[in-house]
């Protein structure tokens, strides 16, 4: 007689018979296994969200399922950080702005306008940002499985990624991985310790587009490969194939930068639901969403700053002379600073000019130091007290200014380039060769003149400053001049106002990133007018993560560029408002 098997009370209770016998009895229900492929088939990578708050315990299950997901020696490597606060998001998707730009640089053109032509604002629009990060203090040899393989800690974590994803799926939330960041420098806004990295960013919220197929093959960026292309029987084929997955390199990156913490008066970008639903704004008309391009990214970015259209705005005009002149680096005597002045105090600049055209007004300001102004070489631009009453000046007068519409900033100074050059070497760790430009009129003997100036400017300031330098105030009072620290001070008055602002050249926008360094946020309110001629201009506008709307090759200064840009942007606006709305949502607005 047979005994009977004895069946634990706990663990498995099936038997080796019972196995043999129905090998896939261990097989979900087919109603089950059509919803896990319904899930899988449908998971996208959304990037469009509503401003709607996701429930708690909606956020609890989908973080669970993460938890739920296999690791390596049941290691748990994963960390998960759930951010809401806007600050945070805000300098997050400056990052990710800013790295976007550098990656699109570094690919073939086409690759590149393709990239740009994404919309990739999730990190700003949707409400939470889960960044999961993998601890991987525990040394290899202690876990199980990860002695061979050191990185299973990371594959784990990346388990816990597609769990939280079809999760969210299946919930209705749709998710973004964006990893356009260098890793330090998200490790950095999120205080990570040494030996904790992260795996991107994860966008969580409700989505606002339902993409029938995966974004990135309705773009036309690729298709996804033929299931019997990547699947190898037994060993690698002699011969080498399948073929390596494509690349679109053109170029190498360029490296980060760190962000330094800096002294001044607050500034917060748009909400979410301002954002959206100036997007909102732009998806409702009876035309392709997008079909302005960059002209519509601009004008989505204004209307979530603004309560009513613009119609109009200023050209502020910043004037200085620097002593750096005396080094020869300029094709212009630096009187030539003063007629151009005079002229635009009476209207008949190109720059105020150009203005009046565009139906924008003018204010014209000369920025002056109490104290001696230094000639950068020799001896710092500005005191540091100078420096803080400019930008305190500036700043009065940008709050004032974001009253009338757009703030569009425009400049003038014989040697301001040079000067440029300089703050842009010291913040984007640039050679001087690298950040220096003809300028108006130069030569070659003028260019390596300019590069000496640069040079011999950045070892003595860091000489004199060392780590203080990396303050944005006590670096435009080193290597700045008068009217950069009053431009300073109108980005950051401007912003703290949430008004719209216009850059122009290479001057202006090196003033704008030395503001953002101050604030983060006031990245959200800038718009690239231009890209000008100037060499070091391109990086300073993708170290702002901005996407110029012109390209025509211009060295008027003066604001000319954001003028005109101005003009087109307000065209856009106007044309936005006065189009036809399809009628789903025109009768959704009755």
């Given at each position: 007689m047979?005994?009977p098997?004895?069946?634990?009370l706990?663990?498995?209770q099936?038997s080796?018979?019972q196995?043999?016998?129905?090998?896939?009895g261990w097989?979900l229900?087919?109603a089950?296994?059509?919803?896990?492929d319904?899930?899988?088939g449908?998971r996208?990578d959304i990037?469009r969200f509503r401003?709607?708050p996701?429930?708690?315990?909606?956020?609890r299950d989908?973080l669970a399922?993460?938890?739920?997901?296999?690791?390596v020696g049941h290691s748990q490597?994963?960390?998960f950080i759930?951010?809401?606060?806007?600050?945070?998001?805000?300098?997050?998707?400056?990052?990710a702005?800013?790295e976007?730009l550098?990656?699109a640089?570094?690919?073939?053109?086409d690759r590149?306008?393709?990239l740009?032509?994404l919309k990739?604002?999730?990190?700003?629009?949707?409400?939470?940002?889960v960044v999961?990060a993998c601890?991987?203090r525990?040394?290899?040899g202690?876990?199980?499985?990860r002695?061979?393989f050191?990185?299973t800690?990371?594959?784990?974590c990346?388990?816990?990624i597609?769990?939280?994803?079809?999760?969210?799926?299946?919930r209705?939330?749709?998710?973004g991985?964006?990893?356009?960041f260098?890793p330090?420098?998200?490790?950095?806004l999120l205080?990570l310790?040494?030996g904790v990295?992260?795996l991107g960013?994860?966008c969580?919220?409700?989505?606002?587009e339902?993409?029938p197929?995966?974004?990135l093959e309705?773009?036309g960026?690729?298709k996804r490969?033929?299931l019997e292309?990547?699947?190898l029987?037994?060993?690698?084929?002699?011969?080498?194939?399948?073929a390596?997955p494509?690349?679109?390199l053109a170029a190498?990156p360029?490296r980060?930068?760190v962000?330094p913490?800096?002294r001044?008066p607050?500034?917060?970008a748009?909400d979410?639901?301002?954002v959206?639903?100036a997007?909102?704004?732009?998806a409702r008309?009876?035309?392709?969403?997008?079909?302005l391009g960059?002209l519509?990214?601009?004008?989505d970015?204004v209307?979530?700053?603004?309560p009513?259209?613009?119609?109009g705005?200023?050209?502020?005009?910043?004037a200085?002379?620097?002593?750096v002149t005396r080094?020869r680096i300029?094709?212009?005597d630096?009187s030539v600073?003063g007629e151009v002045?005079?002229?635009?105090?009476?209207?008949v600049?190109?720059?105020?000019?150009?203005?009046?055209a565009?139906g924008?007004?003018?204010?014209?300001?000369y920025?002056e130091?109490?104290?001696?102004?230094?000639?950068?070489?020799?001896?710092?631009a500005?005191?540091i007290?100078?420096?803080e009453a400019?930008?305190a000046q500036g700043?009065?007068l940008g709050?004032?200014?974001?009253t009338?519409?757009?703030v569009c900033l425009?400049?003038v100074?014989v040697?301001n380039?040079?000067?440029?050059?300089?703050l842009?070497?010291?913040?984007?760790g640039?050679s001087?060769?690298?950040a220096?430009?003809?300028g108006s009129g130069?030569?070659?003997?003028?260019?390596?003149?300019?590069r000496?100036?640069?040079?011999a400017?950045?070892a003595r300031?860091r000489t004199?400053?060392?780590?203080?330098?990396r303050?944005?105030?006590?670096?435009?009072a080193?290597?700045g001049g008068?009217?950069i620290a009053?431009?300073?001070g109108?980005?950051?008055g401007?912003?703290?106002?949430?008004a719209?602002i216009i850059?122009d050249?290479?001057?202006?926008?090196?003033?704008?990133?030395?503001a953002?360094?101050?604030q983060?946020?006031?990245q959200?309110?800038l718009?690239?007018?231009?890209?000008?001629?100037e060499?070091?201009?391109?990086?300073?506008?993708?170290?702002?993560?901005l996407e110029?709307?012109?390209?025509?090759?211009?060295r008027?200064g003066e604001?000319?560029g954001a003028?005109?840009?101005?003009?087109?942007l307000l065209?856009a606006?106007g044309?936005?408002?006065?189009?036809?709305?399809v009628?789903?949502d025109?009768a959704?607005t009755q």
């Open positions: 047979p005994w098997r004895p069946v634990p706990i663990g498995d099936t080796a018979a196995r043999a016998t129905d090998p896939a097989a229900d087919p089950t296994n059509e919803s896990l319904t899930v899988v449908a996208r990037r401003p709607d996701v429930p708690p315990h909606v956020l989908i399922a993460g938890h739920r997901a296999p690791s490597p994963w960390r759930v951010v809401q606060e806007q600050t945070t998001r805000d300098h997050a998707a400056r990052l702005d800013r976007r550098r990656q640089n570094g690919l073939t053109p590149r306008a393709r740009l032509d990739l604002d999730g990190i700003r629009d949707a409400p939470l940002g999961v601890d991987r525990t040394a290899p202690g876990v199980l499985g002695a061979s050191p990185d800690d990371l594959w784990s990346a388990c816990a597609e769990n939280i994803w079809l999760t969210a799926r299946a209705g939330l749709g998710l991985w964006v990893t356009l260098q330090a420098d998200l490790a950095r205080h310790p040494d990295e992260t960013w994860l969580l919220g409700w989505p606002d339902r993409p197929s995966p974004g309705r773009h960026w690729s490969a033929p292309e990547v699947v029987a037994e060993r690698w084929p002699d011969g080498g194939e399948p390596a494509a690349s679109h190498s360029e980060q930068v962000d913490a800096v001044t607050h500034v917060t748009p979410q639901g301002q959206v639903a997007r909102d704004s732009g008309l009876l035309s392709v969403p997008g079909s960059v519509d990214t601009a004008a970015r209307l979530a700053l603004t009513t259209q613009p119609v705005g200023t050209v502020v005009l910043a200085g002379n620097h002593p080094h300029s094709a212009y630096p600073t002045l005079d002229a635009a105090r009476n209207g600049s190109l720059g105020a000019s150009t203005a009046r565009a924008l007004a003018s204010k014209v300001v920025a130091c109490a104290g001696p102004v230094g000639d950068l070489v020799t001896a710092d500005m005191s007290h100078d420096t400019l930008v700043t009065s709050e004032d200014l974001a009338a519409g757009l425009g400049e100074g040697g380039t040079t000067v440029a050059s300089c842009l070497a010291a913040m984007l640039l001087p060769e690298d220096i430009g003809l130069a030569d070659t003997a003028m260019l390596e003149r300019k000496d100036v640069v040079t400017s950045l300031a004199e400053h060392a780590e203080r330098l303050d944005p105030m006590t670096l435009t080193a290597l008068p009217e009053l431009l300073v109108v980005v950051l401007a912003a703290s106002r949430r719209p850059l050249g290479l001057v202006t926008s090196v003033a704008a990133l030395l953002v360094r101050m983060p946020a006031a959200s309110m718009i690239a007018g231009q890209c000008s001629r060499r070091g201009h391109q990086a300073v506008l993708t170290e702002l993560g110029p709307l012109l390209q025509l090759r211009l008027a604001g000319v003028a005109l840009a101005a003009q087109l065209t606006i044309a936005r408002a006065t189009s036809a709305v009628e789903d025109a959704a």
